[in-house]
């Protein structure tokens, strides 16, 4: 009898340890790559087969890329898929002339979801690009100047693809001209955003401020946000202070 107790108490345990080991590999699922084209029209196996990026979460899928609108310009893409079907698909994220791309995601599986763009310039009105989801984020625009690259990160709704809350990272130059940013990792904590980039002569403190640094960018940085991405709780750059 105590045998078969000390079993089935083993057994059990055992079960926990592998639904916790199941849950812990579906928690912050994250993805940082090039920027690669796919369209609406695409399948999901077509879309793998691109080499997208994408998050999955048993059944369901997330990618995120770009449309070559023209010969000089590409907007961002976002699309979700269930069981192979698409449920959503997001093509007016940025509709200006801003050369725009997604190359990055982080999803626990629940709610909390967050996609990287870039940017070159903002032009037309806040209504056609990020401006209008980061009007309370750490930095709410581009900047001064345009043909650096900026990086944004823009919480988005898992269900409906719609963007929440945003923020534009950057480095800033002596003229106080925007300098390129490229994320190269993200990790949800459940609590924080930790946003890893090469940025280039100089990054950013908490105060949006550039930092004082040695020579030779780009410079490693980590920047840590609040779940709605409107403050920045640190800011550290190798070779910087």
């Given at each position: 009898?105590?045998?078969?107790?000390?079993?089935?108490?083993?057994?059990a345990?055992?079960?926990?340890?592998?639904?916790?080991?199941?849950?812990?590999?579906?928690?912050n699922?994250?993805?940082?790559?090039?920027?690669?084209?796919?369209?609406?029209?695409?399948?999901?196996?077509?879309?793998?087969?691109?080499?997208?990026?994408?998050?999955?979460?048993?059944?369901?899928?997330?990618?995120?890329?770009?449309?070559?609108?023209?010969?000089?310009?590409?907007?961002?893409?976002?699309?979700?898929?269930?069981?192979?079907?698409?449920?959503?698909?997001?093509?007016?994220?940025?509709?200006?002339?801003?050369?725009?791309?997604?190359?990055?995601?982080?999803?626990?599986?629940?709610?909390?979801?967050?996609?990287?763009?870039?940017?070159?310039?903002?032009?037309?009105?806040?209504?056609?690009?990020?401006?209008?989801?980061?009007?309370?984020?750490?930095?709410?625009?581009?900047?001064?100047?345009?043909?650096?690259?900026?990086?944004?990160?823009?919480?988005?709704?898992?269900?409906?693809?719609?963007?929440?809350?945003?923020?534009?990272?950057?480095?800033?130059?002596?003229?106080?001209?925007?300098?390129?940013?490229?994320?190269?990792?993200?990790?949800?904590?459940?609590?924080?955003?930790?946003?890893?980039?090469?940025?280039?002569?100089?990054?950013?403190?908490?105060?949006?401020?550039?930092?004082?640094?040695?020579?030779?960018?780009?410079?490693k940085?980590?920047?840590?946000?609040?779940?709605?991405?409107?403050?920045?709780?640190?800011?550290?750059?190798?070779?910087?202070?």
């Amino acid at each position: 009898m105590k045998r078969s107790r000390v079993f089935l108490l083993v057994l059990a345990l055992t079960t926990v340890a592998s639904l916790n080991s199941a849950q812990a590999q579906v928690v912050n699922q994250s993805k940082v790559g090039k920027a690669v084209p796919f369209s609406c029209k695409d399948s999901e196996a077509v879309i793998r087969s691109k080499g997208v990026v994408g998050v999955q979460n048993g059944s369901r899928s997330i990618y995120v890329g770009y449309q070559q609108v023209s010969s000089t310009n590409k907007n961002p893409i976002l699309a979700r898929f269930d069981n192979g079907r698409q449920t959503w698909c997001q093509t007016n994220l940025e509709t200006t002339n801003d050369d725009s791309t997604g190359y990055g995601l982080s999803w626990d599986g629940k709610d909390n979801l967050f996609a990287v763009f870039s940017s070159t310039g903002t032009q037309g009105t806040p209504a056609q690009d990020f401006r209008r989801f980061a009007t309370k984020g750490w930095m709410t625009d581009y900047g001064v100047g345009g043909g650096a690259k900026a990086a944004i990160i823009a919480r988005i709704n898992p269900t409906t693809g719609g963007p929440t809350s945003a923020t534009f990272i950057s480095s800033v130059l002596p003229n106080s001209k925007t300098n390129s940013v490229g994320v190269t990792a993200l990790d949800w904590n459940g609590a924080r955003l930790k946003v890893s980039d090469d940025a280039y002569s100089y990054p950013r403190n908490v105060l949006r401020k550039g930092m004082v640094c040695l020579t030779g960018s780009p410079y490693k940085q980590v920047i840590e946000f609040n779940g709605t991405l409107n403050t920045a709780l640190s800011s550290k750059a190798d070779r910087c202070q």
